[in-house]
């Protein structure tokens, strides 16, 4: 299939391109200990990622997703919507912020990016990615950082933002801010519909319930409640 015709001499760079990884896509990238402690009968438990329901229309049937899990997909999408060059964000691990095992979401970030070095940037020319970070584990942030600076096909830090908390803000989460400033990467903050839920709940009555919570390096735990129509 051709690009499409062009009426300007422009390179077009889509600066958030999504896979579609599943996590069974990211189980056999998982560290230790995860790797052996998820495993039930040579398969793994499942669900790990919390979701607000059905609530896109891929999800209710509206509309048609193609996969975006391989090489092969990205240069099919490319061709198909006429890009040059293309920065890949994650799509389930836009949840990630939402993962109620911290060290878990840590250990999804790094399978996430070793997935998508191993199956898609290593694999396809002008195809970028950033490397997800975990909101919840701000050191282990630091550290996956690092271990992703040099690697040139990584220009940038992805923050799923959805279910943060506290909200971005807050100075626990400097320490990301500064080692991606260190390793001259942008920081991209990215929620999804699936997200909203952790931030935005509703009662029962339809009415949104706002809770105030303090961090969790302080008082954990240590929440009020307050609804409003």
């Known amino acids: 299939m051709s690009k499409p015709t062009r009426s300007l001499d422009v390179e077009i760079v889509d600066s958030d391109f999504h896979t579609t990884e599943s996590e069974s896509d ?6 230790a200990p995860f790797d052996e402690m998820l495993q039930v009968d040579d398969s793994y438990f499942g669900q790990f990622y919390p979701s ?9 049937g509206r509309a048609e997703m193609d996969k975006i899990r391989s090489a092969d997909d990205v240069r099919d999408a490319m061709e198909l919507l006429g890009t040059d060059a293309s920065v890949i964000t994650p799509g389930l691990n836009l949840r990630l912020g939402m993962v109620h095992h911290d060290d878990l979401a840590a250990a999804f970030a790094t399978a996430y990016n070793e997935w998508a070095l191993d199956t898609i940037l290593d694999d396809v020319d002008d195809v970028y990615g950033t490397a997800v970070v975990a909101p919840q584990k701000p050191e282990k942030a630091v550290a996956e950082i690092e271990r992703r600076a040099d690697e040139t096909s990584v220009v940038g830090v992805t923050i799923p933002s959805g279910g943060m908390t506290p909200p971005a803000g807050h100075e626990r989460y400097f320490p ?3 080692a991606a400033e260190r390793a001259g990467l942008p920081v991209l903050l990215h929620n999804a519909g699936t997200g909203l839920m952790a931030n935005f709940p509703t009662s029962g009555s339809g009415r ?3 809770s105030t919570c303090t961090s ?14």
């Open 52 to 60: 607000a329901g059905y609530v896109t229309p891929v999800d209710t």
């Open 216 to 229: 969790r390096t302080t008082r954990p735990n240590t929440c009020s409640t307050s609804r409003r129509s």
């Open 26 to 31: 990211l189980y056999p990238y998982l560290e």
């Open 176 to 178: 990301i801010y500064e």
């Open 208 to 210: 949104t319930a706002t």
